[in-house]
Structure formats: structure tokens, C-alpha cells
């Protein structure tokens, strides 16, 4: 079974580089052809075969396989990256990482590297190690403190996805298939039409699909397997409430605060400063603000209101929606101190003549200010992804520890609970490595994203 | 984005009345102030006040102190995260610097590849490794000292890429000149570079102060003794006093926690933000 992995990297390396390089030629397929069978049998002689093994099952094959594929993927872009240096093609990354300027010392040529090497050794030892050592880990049964490791292959990853290898392919095959259908339909449409409508909502529709498909994926439990899809559920309802109310908010905000007006600079303070409050004392804030006997939260909603609120920590959907509101007021402060600066490159004199158009206040928010916020839109969306993913930690740890039931336990505190609190290094580091998986995603198609369609006006 | 402090205003914009706004923009404000105003206010009660719901400041200030300060040594905390976050900002600001350094003003081989060295690091955050690096840390023996808490942090591609940004746009006279001068590289970077740059270094100084200061999960894990710990984590440990759930000493610790990364931000505030439009202009 090996040998159809090898066998298919050889004949479609080639065919990757033919159709990616500029000077198709014998001796570079043969070249990209040999790259993507070493790449391919990177993994399998590293895991010692083993998602070939007798014992194993289809979802095996499937991880061996992808990985096989993934490893001849990442070997022809670096291939393909050479060529385009060698045929002298400045591709984006080439242009970025090229030289600035000119000009510059020239002095022996252990200089730079000595003046670079403490950043290199510290990322070198401190991420690029650890990095690694998660996939490793990734792939064994390790308790945290023990000596012994045994290898268990891919089974750290397979109990939390379901073990039905057609659905575990068609689902996010489906998904894809939607974004490149509704992407094809957005360009044929005319803009402006009804038909552009509609594609513009099919659009919208693939890019959810993603998010269903990968429900389908998780596992929910059961028959041995562990229950990933709530953490899953979770990580998504918590991390799209804090970057929602945290970006709507803070541009509502900044939309008010960033006119002249006098005492502008102390509203403006008055505004931003909770960015320097940590994610564990606003949890501790919001810890007070919610307590059940002693919060003034559930003191005026009972005395004011003859609202009964029940114990936010017995409670999903309130539970989830303090962690949410906690970070959410955390991390605005920051959305309006980038939404005000932001703000500063509306070309004024769009508005100006939009107001002599006699468009309204909303048209011109929606059609002018918006689109000029865009880079910055996009910007802290990342950031903002990042924290719901990360910082979220220290609130949910003072608030709720996971509770109720594991309903608000996102991704990075059932890393530290599988991880730490059970001792359980391998399955951690498993679900660690998804997590990676998804950061990945999301800074890639930042890299994509901001290199291509993000203008930054103004200055 | 415009180089502008959201403090320079433009005309033209802003017509018609002017109290509406200043309402707002109060009721805001207070709005996000209410945690924290409602926090101090805890801070100065005991339980029984707390359960009261008293709204004027209660009586139990001086002993909520004494809790946190004396008995659960608070200020031993403070001191631990005093010293983390600033070896950490001053060491990722000096690296950043070296580093910038070299990626502008040297040609050498491979430095495209250095380069996508240090880029990949940015989609490696180090939540996600976290479980590896708490087993490799705690394998050097590293577990309860200020070197675990420091070392990891020391470099990063933020910082070393926004000085080379900044760097970048500077005009290359400045270096001529200095070659004319016969300066050392060191010597070009201590007396031309850093001084015109104070705006980038204050800015990346302040985030990186707030970063480290705010840290808790990783200090939560490789930090086990009491006394060694940061404020950030200290603060669980505050939720209980006396066998008590206590109210009162832990708002007051939050609170004592977050003055000096607000201390910092208010002060560097006006560089902050210009550095931050330097940073992001491409």
C-alpha cells in the first residue's frame, strides 16, 4: 500500500510542476518527480509504516496517506520556489524576503549571523523544538512525568474524529467543492445583478459550510471514541461571540469617540484603557459582577427586574455568554484604539460629497467608512481570533474552570486539562496540533488575503 | 494607515450639535468603566457588607489590604512579575534591534532564508506547544525559576520585523554618514539608530510589557511554589482566605495587579499609538 503512495507522488510531481513552472524540462520533472516521493516517504519511514500495519483501520489509511501527500505537497512548493529563483521570477514571498535596499556593510560575513543569533537560537530551542516535539508527542501514549512513551500511530487523532473513512473524505471535500462553486459563480455573475446576489449569498453559504463539515468530522463520542465535537462546538460559539461583540463594539465606539470634540483625548483614555487589563482579572471582574449570591448582576435582576437568573456556572448559555462578555469588554479597548486610527484614513472628501448627494448618515457609514476600514476590519480579525483561541484561558479558568458539563472547555483549556490536569501528553498534544492545524489556516489566508486584496490607504 | 495620532482631527466631518455626542461618549465610558469602578467599590467591603449589597464604600479596606499584601504575600508576587516583565521587554527589545540590524543594513548569503525563518514563527504561537515545551522546560530543570519564565520569550518575529520596517524607510544617508565616521555597526545602532527611534521602541516596549506582565497560562504550569509565582496566577489563590469564599481581598488584588501595565499604557500612551502607526504602514 506503500507503494501506491510512492508511485502516485511520482507521477504527480511532475504534473505539479509542469503546471506551476515557467521552463517545463526533462531534468525538472525528473527532479520534481524524485522530490515528491522523497516527501511522500518522509512520514512513513519516520512512523515505521505504521498506518499500513495489519491492525489498522481505513481512517489509518487515510492519515497515512494524507501525510504522505502533505509531505510531497510542502517538497514541490519548495522545489517550485527554487525555480522561480533560478528563472530569475520574483514570486511574493521572494519579493518580500528580498533585499530593501542596496546599500550596507561590508564586513565579514559572520557579523550579521552573530548579530542574528540570539533571535535565531531562541527560536530555534524555544519554538521550532517544541514544535516538533508536539507532532511527536502527538503520536504516542505518554503520561506527563513518566519516562516510557509507547507509539500508538495515528489513534491519538483518529478517536476524536468519527471512524467512518468515506464520511471523514466526502465531508470536507463537499465543503471545498462549495467554496470553489460559489467562487466560479461570483466571477461569472455581473455585479450588480441579481444573479451577483445570489452569488454573493452562495458565497457566504460555502464559507459556513466549512464550519458544518468539520461538525460532521468531530467525533461526538461514544463506541470508545472520545467526544470532541462539544469542544468544537464550544471553541466556535465562544470564539465567534468575543471577536463579534468585540469588533461591532469597538467600532460602534470608536465611530463615536473619534470626532473633535473638546475633551477628546480624555474620552479617547477613558475608552482604550482596558487593554492593559490581563484576561484573568477581567475574569475575576466578571467573576464578582455574576456571582450568584453576592454579584450585582443577579441582585438587580431579582430585586429590580423579579428575575430569578439561575447560577451562571450550572448554566451552558449563560456560562458561555459571561466568558464571552468578560473577554469581549477585555479586548475592546483595543479594537477601538485600531478602529480610531482607522478611522483617520476616511477620505473625507468622499463624505463631503456625499453629504451634498444627500446620503444618509447610514449610507455613508455602510458605502464610505466601511470599505475604508476594511484592512483594519481584517487585521483585528486575526488579532482577535488569536485571543478567542489563546488569552481566553485565564477568564474561563477564574470564571467557569469548563463548567458547566465541559460547555465552555474551548480547545486550549482541554489541552491543559487532557494534557496537564489528566497527565495525558500525547492526546494534549494531538489536540494541540489540531489547534495548530487551525491557526495555520487562519494565518495563511492572512498571508493570501493581505497580500493581494488589502490596500492600505491614506499616508 | 495614516500617520496621523487619532488626536489630529480633520475638518468638514463633524456638523451639528455637540451634546449628544458628549452623552454617549459618557454613558460609555461608564459603561466600560463599571467592572472596575464596581470592583473598588468591592474592594472596600467585607462579606457581610458584600452580601448587603451596600453601595457606599464599606469598612474592611485596611484588612482586605493586610490579606492580600501580608498574609498571602502579594507583594512578593509583584516582585516576581516586576523582574519577568521587565527582563522580558528589555531582552526582546535589545534582540529585536540586533536583529533588525542586521536584516537591513548586511547582504549575506541565505538571508532570504533566515528571513522565512523567523516569518514561519509567526504562525507558531506558543499555546499550541505549550505541553511540549512545559515537558522540555521542566526536563532542563528549569520548573520554578525566573529563567523559565524569561528565556522563552526573549525573541519574536513581531519585534524583530517592525524594526526592520522602521529601519527600512530611514533614509540611507544616515548610514553613509556614519561609514564616513568609520562606526561600528554597535556604535551606528546605539548613536544614530536608537535615538530617532524612541517612537518604535516605546511602542513594541509597551506591548511587549503589557504581553508579559498579563501572561498567565504558561506561568501556571511551569511556576508550582507559592512564592515564585506571578500576580496573574496568585490571584486563584486569593478566591480563598481563611477557608472562606473572600470577595473583598481578591477585587483589591485584581485591581493592585493591574496598575502598573495601566501605569505603563497611560504614560507611553501618545508614542504607543504613533509607533503603532509606524508599525503599520506598509
Keep these: ?459 | 494607515m495614516a500617520g496621523l495620532a487619532p488626536g489630529v482631527q480633520r475638518r468638514g466631518w463633524f456638523r451639528g450639535r455637540k451634546w449628544p455626542f458628549h452623552l454617549g461618549l459618557t454613558a460609555t465610558a461608564t459603561i466600560i468603566a463599571f467592572p472596575l469602578l464596581y470592583a473598588a467599590l468591592i474592594a472596600t467591603q467585607n462579606n457581610p457588607e458584600i452580601f448587603s449589597f451596600r453601595t457606599s464604600p464599606g469598612t474592611a479596606l485596611r484588612s482586605n489590604f493586610e490579606a492580600v499584601w501580608v498574609k498571602r504575600n502579594f507583594a512578593g508576587a509583584m516582585w516576581n512579575t516586576v523582574q519577568m516583565s521587565f527582563y522580558v521587554t528589555a531582552g526582546k527589545t535589545v534582540l529585536s534591534l540586533l536583529a533588525g540590524l542586521a536584516f537591513v543594513y548586511f547582504k549575506f548569503r541565505a538571508k532570504w532564508l533566515v528571513f522565512f525563518f523567523v516569518l514561519v514563527t509567526l504562525m507558531m504561537p506558543t499555546e499550541v506547544m505549550i505541553l511540549a515545551m512545559f515537558r522540555m522546560v521542566s526536563g532542563f530543570g528549569w520548573q520554578d525559576t525566573m529563567t523559565a519564565l524569561v528565556a522563552p520569550f526573549l525573541a519574536s518575529a513581531t519585534g524583530a520585523f517592525l524594526f526592520r520596517q522602521h529601519f527600512a524607510n530611514l533614509p540611507l544617508e544616515l548610514l553613509e554618514a556614519s561609514q564616513i565616521d568609520g562606526a561600528t555597526p554597535i556604535k551606528f545602532l546605539t548613536r544614530v539608530l536608537i535615538p530617532i527611534s524612541w517612537n518604535v521602541i516605546a511602542a513594541l516596549a509597551v506591548i511587549q510589557f503589557v504581553y508579559t506582565w498579563n501572561m498567565f497560562l504558561w506561568p501556571s504550569l511551569i511556576i508550582r511554589d507559592e512564592a515564585r509565582q506571578v500576580v496573574q496566577v496568585s490571584l486563584q489563590t486569593l478566591t480563598n482566605i481563611d477557608g472562606a469564599l473572600t470577595y473583598g481581598p481578591l477585587m483589591l488584588a485584581a485591581i493592585i495587579a493591574s496598575i502598573p501595565p495601566a501605569i505603563v499604557f497611560l504614560l507611553l500612551q501618545k508614542r504607543f499609538m504613533s509607533g503603532f502607526a509606524i508599525g503599520q504602514e506598509k
Aim: hydrophobic share 55%.
Design chain 1, 1 to 459: 500500500m506503500l507503494i501506491i503512495g510512492l508511485v502516485a507522488a511520482a507521477i504527480l510531481g511532475p504534473f505539479y510542476t509542469w503546471r506551476n513552472t515557467d521552463n517545463p524540462s526533462a531534468s525538472r520533472f525528473g527532479i520534481a518527480s524524485a522530490v515528491a516521493v522523497a516527501g511522500a516517504a518522509v512520514t512513513p519511514i519516520a512512523m515505521g509504516q505504521c498506518g499500513f500495519a495489519a491492525e489498522s483501520t481505513g481512517v489509518d489509511h487515510l492519515f497515512a496517506y494524507g501525510l504522505m501527500a502533505a509531505g510531497a505537497l510542502l517538497g514541490l512548493v519548495a522545489l517550485q520556489a527554487l525555480f522561480d529563483r533560478a528563472d530569475g521570477k520574483k514570486r511574493d514571498t521572494v519579493a518580500m524576503t528580498g533585499e530593501i535596499r542596496t546599500g550596507g556593510y561590508r564586513m565579514g560575513w559572520w557579523v550579521p549571523w552573530l548579530l542574528l543569533s540570539p533571535t535565531l537560537i531562541i527560536l530555534l530551542v524555544f519554538l521550532y523544538r517544541p514544535a516538533v516535539e508536539t507532532f511527536t508527542l502527538s503520536t504516542q501514549l505518554t503520561r506527563l512525568g513518566a519516562p516510557r512513551s509507547v507509539d500508538v500511530c495515528f489513534s491519538n487523532f483518529t478517536e476524536v474524529l468519527i471512524d467512518d473513512p468515506f464520511k471523514l473524505v466526502a465531508y470536507p471535500l463537499l465543503a471545498i467543492a462549495a467554496i470553489y462553486g460559489a467562487r466560479f459563480w461570483v466571477k461569472r455573475a455581473a455585479p450588480g445583478s441579481l444573479s451577483r446576489r445570489g452569488a454573493d449569498l452562495a458565497a457566504v453559504g460555502a464559507m459556513l459550510s466549512v464550519f458544518v463539515a468539520l461538525y460532521a468530522v468531530f467525533s461526538p463520542g461514544g463506541g470508545g471514541q472520545v467526544a470532541y465535537r462539544p469542544v468544537y462546538v464550544n471553541t466556535v460559539i465562544i470564539s465567534i461571540g468575543i471577536v463579534a461583540l468585540g469588533m461591532v463594539g469597538g467600532l460602534a465606539v470608536a465611530y463615536l469617540a473619534f470626532r473633535e470634540i473638546r475633551g477628546g483625548t480624555i474620552y479617547r483614555t477613558l475608552l482604550i484603557w482596558p487593554y492593559a487589563i490581563s484576561p484573568a482579572v477581567a475574569g475575576v471582574l466578571f467573576f464578582m459582577i455574576f456571582d450568584p449570591t453576592a454579584g450585582v448582576f443577579t441582585h438587580v435582576m431579582d430585586t429590580w427586574f423579579g428575575i430569578d437568573v439561575p447560577n451562571y456556572r450550572e448554566h451552558a448559555v449563560l456560562a458561555q455568554g459571561a466568558i464571552i462578555l468578560a473577554s469581549a469588554w477585555k479586548i475592546l479597548g483595543y479594537n477601538i484604539l485600531f478602529y480610531l486610527a482607522g478611522l483617520q484614513t476616511v477620505p473625507i472628501d468622499q463624505i463631503e460629497a456625499a453629504v451634498i448627494d444627500g446620503a444618509s448618515a447610514w449610507q455613508r457609514f455602510t458605502k464610505i467608512v466601511l470599505p475604508a476600514l476594511s484592512p483594519i476590519t481584517f487585521f483585528l480579525l486575526v488579532t482577535n481570533l488569536t485571543y478567542a483561541f489563546f488569552e481566553v484561558y485565564a477568564t474561563i479558568d477564574f470564571m467557569t474552570k469548563g463548567a458547566p458539563a465541559g460547555k465552555t472547555s474551548v480547545a486550549i483549556y482541554e489541552i491543559i486539562r487532557v494534557g496537564v490536569n489528566n497527565g495525558d501528553l500525547g492526546r494534549g498534544a494531538a489536540q494541540s496540533v489540531l489547534l495548530f492545524i487551525a491557526v495555520i489556516g487562519v494565518t495563511l489566508w492572512q498571508f493570501r488575503t493581505s497580500g493581494s486584496r488589502v490596500s492600505y490607504g491614506g499616508a
